[in-house]
């Protein structure tokens, strides 16, 4: 299994940012997917989750309004549209994968994602 995340980049505070996450060696509609993001010197943190189907999605509050997450599951791909980005969004940002859409929204509270990615680092200058 592996997870590609790309896209992310340097932008000023106010600016927008997509990043992508390809995904292959397994079904990818079987999996909820999550993004997650790690600033230096601070845990890794949910930010958001998409279930198998993309009906169903939940935010972090510091994201809700924001940051948009969404999938093709032709394309085995999961995306997290990210506007009005404020330097507290400077993180390198992480996919996961697992079949358990609980397991991504309870992170932290319970097991860790199957599969995650490498990160794409995303830096937002004030």
């Known amino acids: 299994v592996q997870l590609q995340a790309c896209g992310g980049g340097l932008v000023q505070a106010g600016g927008s940012l997509s990043v992508s996450c390809a995904a292959s060696?397994?079904?990818?509609?079987?999996?909820?997917m999550g993004w997650f993001r790690q600033a230096p010197g601070k845990e890794r943190e949910f930010v958001a989750a998409?279930?198998?189907?993309?009906?169903?999605?939940n935010y972090a509050d510091s994201v809700k309004g924001r940051f948009t997450i969404s999938r093709e599951n032709a394309k085995s791909t999961v995306y997290l549209q990210m506007n009005s980005l404020k330097y507290e969004d400077t993180a390198v940002y992480y996919c996961a994968a697992d079949w358990s859409y609980q397991t991504i929204i309870n992170y932290r509270a319970g097991p860790s994602p199957n599969w995650w990615g490498q990160g794409t680092q995303v830096t937002v200058s004030s």
């Open positions: 998409i279930s198998k189907s993309g009906s169903i999605t």
């Open positions: 060696g397994l079904t990818f509609s079987s999996y909820a």
